[in-house]
């Protein structure tokens, strides 16, 4: 059971528009509709943002969307501000009653 | 509101067991459709998922860590707990427990909320 890949950071300008990649296999993210997102703050607790690979938490803005294809998932943020500075991890089922996460991604708000 | 918090102790020998407590309000961790989780950070790391327990009793570990880990259902006060025998110093992480909710597919989706974690350190 490995980690699930993501970029270790990624920056962008506010306003524009970013997306953070999970790169599994088939026996997690491309095997079930089951990837979840979650946004971080440094001290802070993880925060679900994504749940389901495409849906949406109530109270989580909808700059935040999800998607799917084949091994890789994907977050994107769009209209950056600079509260979404922080961390983000995926996480997917991993099968047998398992789940992984991925490495996380340092988001950077220029 | 549902609502965890983690208590325990922040240092722990090398060798000896780690033991925390997650205590849930705003919610029963006897209904269904529910697992306990515990998930863990190591400094400056990413997220690694522990296990889980549910309401059942019945529970279901990370592979790497099944030998050692223990999760289980507390006797009283809407509580579950976590044990951790013969740490090392890379057991030292951030430890925070979750409500994992149940879908459609009979397995968790996803995790939330969180507790706001507790730090343990392994040493001597």
Redesign the interface.
């Given at each position: 059971q490995s980690a699930l890949t993501q970029p270790a950071s990624l920056s962008g300008s506010p306003g524009q528009s970013i997306a953070i990649s999970c790169t599994g296999t088939g026996s997690d993210v491309a095997g079930y509709q089951l990837v979840s997102w979650y946004q971080q703050h440094p001290g802070k607790a993880p925060k679900l943002v994504i749940y389901e690979v495409t849906e949406r938490p109530s109270g989580v803005s909808d700059r935040f969307s999800g998607s799917k294809s084949g091994n890789t998932a994907s977050l994107t943020i769009s209209g950056l501000q600079a509260e979404d500075e922080g961390d983000y991890y995926c996480c997917s089922y991993a099968g047998s009653n398992t789940w992984v996460f991925g490495g996380g991604t340092k988001l950077t708000v220029l | 509101q549902v609502q965890l918090q983690e208590s325990g102790p922040g240092l722990v020998k090398p060798s000896q067991t780690l033991s925390l407590t997650c205590t849930v309000s705003g919610d029963s961790i006897s209904s269904g459709g529910k697992y306990w989780s515990w998930?863990r950070q190591r400094p400056g790391?990413?997220?690694?998922?522990i296990g889980y327990v549910y309401y059942t009793g019945s529970s279901?570990y990370?592979?790497?860590l099944e030998s050692r880990v223990t999760i289980s259902l507390g006797t009283s006060n809407n509580q579950f707990s976590l044990k951790l025998t013969s740490v090392t110093a890379a057991d030292t992480a951030v430890y925070?427990c979750a409500r994992g909710t149940g879908?459609v597919?009979g397995?968790?989706?996803?995790?939330?909320?969180?507790?706001?974690?507790t730090l343990v350190t392994v040493s001597s």
């Open positions: - | 998930i790391q990413g997220l690694e998922w279901f990370n592979p790497s925070y879908t597919f397995v968790v989706g996803w995790f939330d909320p969180w507790g706001q974690g």
